[in-house]
């Protein structure tokens, strides 16, 4: 059986304003403009504002020393749009606003702007289901930094995301804050406003090769590192969560030196007249039932997928539903126990649809995700199955896997009654592991590892068998991560 990656992201292109609504592709309703009395926020069209900030950050190349892209070039109106489309318009999780000082005047060029363009700062990593959002993208022209214009910024957001929908915010549960470790400018910002730090997680993204370098850590003294030009960054990880926010110390904090009889008049003109849409559909997928007539199945992972891990007890082989399916759903099917730390579930086999629903969606429609079924090699194949190589015991898969920053997750582990307390946990742990970390060598193809330089493991807080499994294995605890998902509604509830 062999296997390939044949996922492709749907085309999008920019959208120019025109009276007609402009598509941005976010995954929540789009605010025409979020303001206070000094400072508006209004979506990045860049037909409108990409020349002012290229031409605002040109002669200041600094202002990216702490963001993983960047310096963007003035001359180079091409590459701009590349990176708008596929790092902001290309993820329906993030959108990006210009940040208009409303004390200044317009430029000639932009007469209907209320005011003058200083800046952007973004939503990013923003999830509906899990209820929560991150700020960040956050670049201030000179000529603001220091003064009002980031803590009103912030706090336009803070209030938008965390305000319930009948006080005309989105009513999300957390909001989080990622900064360069070495970046305490930034962290001593989000504290300032109420963040609160979580933890550093390491090596969490890789840094582009510049001249001169972004402020990271070097991996050059690990041997066959797949990229070892490249820097790593820590990240310090902190949140405000809607249990600890207060939207009237955000608007104490955004009010300082303010003269409330001088507010600047309302914002018309081009601002007003636009409208936004979000039309962003992923690209529909169809499983591939088996290989039996010999063609490589797509599971649409973003890794070279191998065709087997395995040690002397355990083989972890790539979960088919044609193969495996029945056997997951059968042995899961009397223990719904087993789902009180997923976030879904319980499957049974009676009603096998909503398995199938939640492979397609949470599993392989997901280019970092792959799952894999774990089998015991001292006990017999099924008949059903006689080639098996032993029998199912559970699964297990990476998810959240970036290429670009050398990590994934080991996460989805579902081990039968059976098996548990066994050497079975470690054993597929420790393949995962291995093949994740250990450098390429020459190997058959499909077999090789890949060289990452970070794995982590996300565990309710609760659920302490979890994290002492991770810690038994090497992880080193980073933090707890307040709010971080939305649970399902089920019948006991989950903790």
Sequence with gaps: MSFFNGYQRPAKRTCVPTDELIDLNFCLPIPSQLSSARVALVPFVPSLHVSQYLEGTADHPSLFTYLPYGPLNVNDLPGFYEWFETRIRGDSGTLM????????????????????????????????????????????????????????????????????????????????????????????????????MEGIIRWDRILPALVPPKPGVSAESREGDPLPSLPGRHTAMLSLCWDRYSKGDVEVLMNRGIDQSNEPAALNGVIQKMAFVNNYQAQAKETVASSVDGQPIDLNFCLPIPAELSSARVKLVPFVPSLHAKQYLEGVSRHPELYTYLGYGPFNATDPAPFYDWFETRMRSDPGTLLFAIIDRTSPSPKAYPEQG??????????????????????????????????????????????ALEVPRDSAPGTGQWGLRRVQWQANELNAPSRRLAKRMGFRMEGVFRWQWTLPETDPPKP
């Design 390 to 435: 032993g029998a199912f015991a559970g699964v297990m898969a990476y998810l959240n896997t970036f290429p670009a920053n050398l990590a994934t997750e080991i996460g989805h582990i579902m081990i039968l009654p059976k098996w548990q307390r066994t050497f079975l946990t470690t054993n597929a742990v420790g393949l995962m592991i291995m093949h």
């Design 97 to 196: 606003f210009a940040i208009i000082d409303r004390t200044k005047p317009s430029p000639s060029s932009h007469p209907d702007q209320g005011g003058a363009f200083a800046g952007v700062i973004a939503y990013l990593n923003t999830s509906l289901s899990n209820l929560s959002t991150e700020i960040g993208h956050l670049l201030i022209l000179p000529e603001w930094q220091r003064t009002f214009l980031t803590t009103n910024a912030v706090g336009l957001l803070l209030m938008h995301a965390l305000e319930v929908p009948g006080h005309g915010g989105y009513g999300l549960r957390r909001v989080q804050w990622q900064a360069n470790e070495q970046n305490a400018p930034s962290v001593k910002a989000a504290k300032r406003l109420g963040f609160d």
